[in-house]
T-cell receptor, first 114, second 110 residues
Framework: EPEVTQTPSHQVTQMGQEVILRCVPI?????FYWYRQILGQKVEFLVS????????KSEIFDDQFSVERPDGSNFTLKIRSTKLEDSAMYFC????????????FGPGTRLTVT | RKEVEQDPGPFNVPEGATVAFNCTYS??????FFWYRQDCRKEPKLLMSVYSSGNEDGRFTAQLNRASQYISLLIRDSKLSDSATYLC???????????FGAGTRLAVHP
């Protein structure tokens, strides 16, 4: 069964550094998402991406964040200058157009900012 | 009012018990509804979609009441492996962003 994959599984970085989190969505899916979950809190929407552009973003997704799909398979989330409060699990998800809108999540990247 | 509200639990039940979770949502324009399951430090995994007519998958039954903006999940004959956090999730429409509840924790004991 196809799965969403994410790398790395755990990333430790120092405050102010740039990080890139990578996702490979399921191959015939067309809508892509990033969510985050701070430890002990609920899952929060960050951004959706369709047709090679951002379709919607949350208030959390400020100028420090960017997404791109550089090569038709990978989907990346970049945080330019990490803050302590960016420490969280970051989940990538995707859906297939015309589906029942059931989103499938990758295993997540745990980002720790020190 | 929170967009999706759930009782945080925990629900501590013996094996074989029936347990019910409830959820309310605030946006009456929401179109799709789901229950996800999340194990500790893992990704949310889709348990089932929820339809107005109600739907059942084995030991799990989900119901939706649009008029009351209320969603429920019933688990019959609980197993130890059902221990997890159950997330009530609403599709906010547009480009299908999901709005998550904070989750209800279930602990099934022998």
């Amino acid at each position: 069964e196809p799965e969403v994959t994410q790398t790395p599984s755990h990333q430790v970085t120092q405050m102010g550094q740039e990080v890139i989190l990578r996702c490979v969505p399921i191959s015939n899916h067309l809508y892509f998402y990033w969510y985050r979950q701070i430890l002990g809190q609920k899952v929060e929407f960050l951004v959706s991406f369709y047709n090679n552009e951002i379709s919607e973003k949350s208030e959390i997704f400020d100028d420090q964040f960017s997404v791109e799909r550089p090569d038709g398979s990978n989907f990346t989330l970049k945080i330019r200058s990490t803050k302590l409060e960016d420490s969280a699990m970051y989940f990538c998800a995707s859906i297939r157009q015309g589906d029942t809108y059931e989103q499938y999540f990758g295993p997540g990247t745990r980002l720790t900012v020190t | 009012r929170k967009e999706v509200e759930q009782d945080p639990g925990p629900f501590n039940v013996p094996e074989g018990a029936t347990v019910a979770f409830n959820c309310t949502y605030s946006n009456s324009a929401s179109q799709s509804f789901f229950w996800y399951r999340q194990d500790c430090r893992k990704e949310p995994k889709l348990l089932m979609s929820v339809y107005s007519s109600g739907n059942e998958d084995g030991r799990f039954t989900a119901q939706l009441n649009r008029a009351s903006q209320y969603i429920s999940l019933l688990i019959r004959d609980s197993k130890l492996s059902d221990s997890a956090t159950y997330l009530c999730v609403v599709n906010a429409g547009g480009y299908n962003k999901l709005i998550f509840g904070a989750g209800t924790r279930l602990a099934v004991h022998p």
